[in-house]
Nanobody
């Protein structure tokens, strides 16, 4: 079992930055592809970024490309999401998720996930 705990969310003005962290425990995540999903009120949960188990491949949603950066530190069993130039439309609950083998854009394909952290961007 892998337990995932997100942190780093908060309220920022448009144009601001936040860094989310996802700390894993129970088992090493070094063999898991890790993803960040988000869900805004009234919208479906979407994958915004993913990173391969060794950090040698990343994927970003078009809406965040060039603004968000996903990274991981397997020695610390932690994944990060650096979010810059935030926009009001980035407001959502952000979730960390793990999947053995490569990432999937489908939430139901994830093996483990956290409880989420709220990000609010004001205009």
């Amino acid at each position: 079992q892998v337990q995932l705990v997100e942190s780093g969310g908060g309220s920022v003005p448009a144009g601001g930055s936040l860094r989310l962290s996802c700390a894993a425990s129970g088992r090493t995540i070094s063999t898991y592809a890790m993803s960040w999903f988000r869900q805004a009120p009234g919208k479906t949960r979407e994958r915004v970024a993913a990173i391969a188990s060794r950090g040698d491949g990343t994927i970003y949603a078009d809406s965040v490309k060039g603004r968000f950066t996903i990274s991981r530190d397997n020695a610390k069993n932690t994944v990060y999401l650096q979010m810059n130039t935030l926009k009001p439309e980035d407001t959502a609950v952000y979730y960390c998720a793990a999947r053995l083998t490569w990432s999937s854009p489908s939430w139901s394909d994830q093996n483990y996930w956290g409880q989420g952290t709220q990000v609010t961007v004001s205009s």
